[in-house]
Structure formats: C-alpha cells, structure tokens
C-alpha cells in the first residue's frame, strides 16, 4: 500500500515538472511577432478612443509591455501586451438608457416584417431594385429581416475582382457597393424601416479579409482562428472537432478519408479567439457603414452549447469563456453603431437562455416552427407557451419574432416547399401568423430569400433556384401574404 502511494505521488510531481517546464521554457514570441501585435494594438486602440471609449488603461498596459520590448524581455512584454488587448475588450460606451428604450420600443411596435433575403439579389430573375421597393411599399414593411447578408468574401465594390468573377457579382449584387445604394434607395422612398443586415457566427472562409482594414487573412491564418477545444484541455483536437461539424453539415460521410484544413468550405471558428472577433466585427461594422440599422448573427451561442455537450459541465472554463465571448460581440457592435450616431438592433436565436449565465444585451431573438409542425401543420400550444414564458423571463428587453428556418435538407423551409402542396404552404402561413401574433410574437413572412435545402430539393424556385421565392409559381404564396399584412393592418 505505502509503495503504491510513493509511486503515486512520484507520478504527480513528475506531471507537475512537465507543466512547469512547458510554463517557464514555451516559446518566447519573436520580436517581429510582437511588433505585429503592437501595430494591431495601436490600430485597435486609436479606433476606440475615436468611437468615445477612454483607453488610458489599456494605454499604460501598453507602455509597459513597450519597456518590457525594448529591454528584449519578449515573454513579459506579451504578457502585458495581451492585458492590454483584455482592457480594451472590458471597455464599454455607455449608450443612455432613454435611447435603448425608445430604440427598443420602436422595434416592439412594428407591425410588418418581412424576409428578403438580398434585396440586391433581383437580376437572376429581371427583379430590379426599384421593383423591390415596389413590393416592400405594397407590403408597407416596417422591419426587413436579413435584406443582406454577409456570408462569402464580399468586394467593395464588383469591378475589384476578376472580369469574371465581376460579371457575376453584378449579377448577385453582391458588393458592398450594392448594399450601401440600396439601402440609400429604399430609405429615401421608406425613410422609418428598419433594414437588417446579417451575419454567420459559424462560417470562417478558409480565405478571406477585414473590409475595414483591409488586411487579407490566408488559410494558414483562418486555420489558426479555427475552434479547438483541446486548448482547454479537452481531449478532443481541432482535426476531430473541425471534421465532426463537417460531419453534421453533410459536406463528408463518416468513416471517409478527410482532412478539415485542406477539405472544409468553412471552418467551425473560435469566437474566444481575438483575431476572428476582430475580423468578424469588421464585417459588422463594414454593414453599419454601409447604412443597415440591425444585424442578425446566426448561431451566436452555439459555441458554448457544443462546448457544454463535449464537456457535460456548463461551468467548464471553455463554455463560460465561449458565452461571455459571444456576448462581447453584442456589446461591441451596439457600442460601434452608437458611435456612429444611431442604435443599431442586434438579434439573435434565444440560444442564451438555456445557460445559468448573465444573459447577453439582445434587442430581439428569433424562434421558428419545427420541421414536424410544419409537416403535421400544427403548432404546439403547450410547448409555445412555455417556451415564450420562458424566453420573456430571461430576455425581457428582447422583441420576439418568428420565422420559417432554412438550412438544411428537412429544414422547415424544405418541409414548407418540398412535402406541402402551394394551399398547404398558404394554409400555414394563415395559422402560423395567427398562432404567433395571439401571443405576442411577430411573425417574419416568408417573401424572398433562404435555400431550400442542400441536396433533396426536387421542386426549385422558377424551376431552377435553390433559395426560396414567394412569387416563384412553384409556390406563388405572395397574394396570401399581402392579405394576411393588410387584414393584420386593418385589425
């Protein structure tokens, strides 16, 4: 008995050896790596101070870390260099609690909203701009639900890329360029809408850059921001985790030869990760200066969902430091909009409240009807209402929307178009809009814009399109949503 316990404690203090000397002898940052990182804090940082923030304590963190650099004490200098980058991220700009109100108040009266998805996106089908307007003023739109999204590398403007590449990005309108015109142009006609922008928590190009700064990010570089929970210790590498979100996107079967790196067209990222925050709000803000008034993040809170499930312990360093991440992101971009001299809307899924946790500033969250109550064309009361209750005690300050979700093969947008006849699809749209607005919860109508699926789709919009089309005769459901608007306008 004594011998086992000597072995075991000659055990421990030999992982205790390994960690020390991993701790004390681990790399020292390069001295180019750390000039790197102080131009990044100093970009970082007179941004902020331009936007209202007072960085003195970041300032003076940095200064250090300079004495630090200059003294070519390397591991200290980035020592205090990352506390410097942590002061900034606690830094917030206090917007006056009189105009979130009002803010939130206007976007909880509203009584239109719509989804189109891409409101540039009308030449593949001779839908001009101006014909878009037409239908957002028919419709008397109060709210426009992802009129843009940001989902691939987006140009400036479309003569930036390749002859090519450019004719097609005319053809989608999808530039910078085309959202700043045309949120212009609906504005000018619809001064009071509220156009929404959009975002994907979960996508990382392999390949992409920062629209604010410029800066081009390799695969080396996106590979590097990608999701990997074994930096927490968890036995589970990046390689492992990166090819089971593969997995469960239907882009490889399980058991086939895959490598995530070289394979994935999106790595899962880590929003923990500073450098991917950064490029992320870029793309936020880029939107922002582009002129849309809220922007929607899909699957914000996911990373800490996936965290607690590998790790079954909501408390689990990886999942807090993951939901206070994705919380930041909230802030940051209300901060950014208020420093641009507006409040700017941001909405999410109430992934949020299924976590014991502080929960995030959301203006609104959005919820949708299962595959199997579209398929059954049937809501269920009880769980609505539980669930409703449920979100309004935790998000109280969070207008509630409903959509018809889209993503995937047996998605509700799939079961919507593929299994429902084009009365079923009408019949629904009435119940569901009814259902919803009976308790309170605005529900999106489905106008343009969302694919149908992945690979089962066997009934396309025009015969041809894998996004979904009110007017397509496919579905021809617009007529019915015009009168349930004006019937609802009316009550």
Same mark, same amino acid.
């Given at each position: 008995?004594?011998?086992?316990?000597?072995?075991?404690?000659?055990?421990?203090?030999?992982?205790?050896?390994?960690?020390?000397?991993?701790?004390?002898?681990?790399?020292?940052?390069?001295?180019?790596?750390?000039?790197k990182k102080?131009?990044?804090?100093?970009?970082?940082?007179?941004?902020?101070?331009?936007?209202?923030?007072?960085?003195?304590?970041?300032?003076?963190?940095?200064?250090?870390?300079?004495?630090?650099?200059?003294?070519?004490?390397?591991?200290?200098?980035?020592?205090?260099?990352?506390?410097a980058?942590?002061?900034?991220?606690?830094?917030?700009?206090?917007?006056?609690?009189?105009?979130?109100?009002?803010?939130?108040?206007?976007?909880?009266?509203?009584?239109?909203?719509?989804?189109?998805?891409?409101?540039?996106?009308?030449?593949?089908?001779?839908?001009?701009?101006?014909?878009?307007?037409?239908?957002?003023?028919?419709?008397?739109?109060?709210?426009?639900?992802?009129?843009?999204?940001?989902?691939?590398p987006?140009?400036?403007?479309?003569?930036?890329?390749?002859k090519?590449?450019?004719?097609?990005?005319?053809?989608?309108?999808?530039?910078y360029?085309?959202?700043?015109?045309?949120?212009?142009?609906?504005?000018?006609?619809?001064?009071?809408?509220?156009f929404?922008?959009?975002?994907?928590?979960?996508?990382?190009?392999?390949?992409?850059?920062?629209?604010?700064?410029?800066?081009?990010?390799?695969?080396d570089?996106?590979?590097?921001?990608?999701?990997?929970?074994?930096?927490w210790?968890?036995?589970?590498?990046?390689?492992?985790?990166?090819?089971?979100?593969?997995?469960?996107?239907?882009?490889?079967?399980?058991?086939?030869?895959?490598?995530?790196?070289?394979?994935?067209?999106?790595?899962?990222?880590?929003?923990? @990760?500073? #450098?991917?925050?950064?490029? *992320? %709000?870029?793309? +936020?803000? $880029?939107?922002?200066?582009?002129?849309?008034?809220?922007?929607?993040?899909?699957?914000?809170?996911v990373?800490?969902?996936?965290?607690?499930?590998?790790?079954k312990?909501?408390?689990?360093?990886?999942?807090?430091?993951?939901?206070?991440?994705?919380?930041?992101?909230?802030?940051e971009?209300?901060?950014?909009?208020?420093s641009?001299?507006k409040?700017?809307?941001?909405?999410?899924?109430?992934?949020?409240?299924?976590f014991?946790?502080p929960?995030?500033?959301?203006?609104?969250?959005?919820?949708s009807?299962?595959?199997?109550?579209?398929?059954?064309?049937?809501?269920?009361?009880?769980?609505?209402?539980?669930?409703?209750?449920?979100?309004?005690?935790?998000l109280?300050?969070a207008t509630?929307?409903?959509?018809?979700?889209?993503?995937?093969?047996?998605?509700?947008?799939?079961?919507?178009?593929?299994?429902l @006849?084009? #009365?079923?699809?009408?019949? *629904? %749209?009435?119940? +569901?809009? $009814?259902?919803?607005?009976?308790?309170?919860?605005?529900?999106?109508?489905?106008?343009?814009?969302?694919?149908?699926?992945?690979?089962?789709?066997?009934?396309?919009?025009?015969?041809?399109?894998?996004?979904?089309?009110?007017?397509?005769?496919?579905?021809?459901?617009?007529?019915?949503?015009?009168?349930?608007?004006?019937?609802?306008?009316?009550?």
């Amino acid at each position: 008995m004594e011998k086992k316990i000597w072995i075991g404690i000659g055990v421990l203090a030999a992982v205790l050896l390994i960690l020390i000397f991993i701790f004390l002898y681990r790399p020292a940052p390069t001295r180019e790596q750390l000039l790197k990182k102080f131009e990044e804090f100093e970009g970082k940082s007179q941004e902020m101070k331009e936007m209202g923030y007072n960085v003195t304590e970041a300032e003076e963190l940095a200064r250090i870390a300079r004495e630090f650099f200059n003294k070519k004490d390397y591991r200290r200098a980035e020592e205090m260099l990352n506390k410097a980058f942590d002061a900034l991220e606690k830094l917030k700009i206090l917007i006056p609690e009189e105009i979130k109100e009002s803010a939130r108040k206007k976007l909880s009266e509203i009584k239109v909203a719509i989804q189109y998805r891409y409101v540039t996106d009308g030449g593949v089908i001779n839908r001009s701009l101006d014909d878009v307007i037409r239908i957002l003023k028919e419709l008397r739109t109060d709210f426009i639900y992802q009129g843009w999204m940001r989902q691939e590398p987006c140009p400036e403007k479309c003569s930036d890329l390749p002859k090519e590449d450019a004719e097609k990005c005319e053809l989608k309108g999808y530039s910078y360029e085309h959202l700043r015109s045309a949120v212009a142009a609906i504005k000018k006609e619809m001064p009071d809408v509220i156009f929404g922008g959009g975002l994907l928590a979960e996508f990382l190009n392999p390949e992409c850059w920062n629209p604010i700064t410029g800066e081009k990010y390799s695969k080396d570089d996106t590979w590097n921001m990608a999701l990997d929970p074994s930096k927490w210790g968890i036995q589970m590498t990046k390689e492992e985790f990166q090819t089971e979100w593969a997995i469960s996107r239907g882009w490889v079967k399980r058991g086939e030869p895959y490598n995530p790196k070289e394979q994935m067209p999106y790595y899962y990222p880590d929003i923990t @990760n500073r #450098e991917f925050r950064e490029l *992320f %709000l870029s793309w +936020a803000k $880029k939107q922002i200066d582009c002129g849309v008034d809220a922007i929607w993040i899909d699957m914000l809170f996911v990373q800490p969902k996936l965290l607690k499930r590998i790790t079954k312990d909501e408390n689990h360093p990886a999942v807090k430091e993951s939901f206070e991440a994705a919380s930041s992101i909230v802030d940051e971009i209300h901060s950014y909009g208020w420093s641009k001299g507006k409040y700017v809307y941001v909405i999410s899924w109430p992934t949020s409240i299924n976590f014991a946790y502080p929960q995030p500033d959301l203006d609104a969250v959005v919820v949708s009807p299962s595959p199997e109550e579209i398929r059954e064309m049937r809501l269920n009361e009880r769980k609505w209402d539980e669930r409703i209750k449920q979100i309004r005690e935790n998000l109280p300050n969070a207008t509630i929307f409903a959509r018809i979700d889209y993503g995937s093969d047996n998605s509700p947008l799939w079961v919507l178009t593929q299994e429902l @006849n084009k #009365e079923e699809q009408r019949d *629904f %749209l009435r119940y +569901a809009s $009814k259902f919803y607005e009976e308790r309170g919860v605005k529900f999106i109508y489905p106008v343009h814009g969302g694919n149908l699926g992945v690979k089962n789709i066997k009934i396309r919009s025009y015969g041809r399109f894998n996004w979904y089309d009110s007017f397509a005769p496919e579905f021809d459901v617009y007529g019915t949503i015009k009168q349930l608007i004006s019937k609802m306008r009316k009550g």
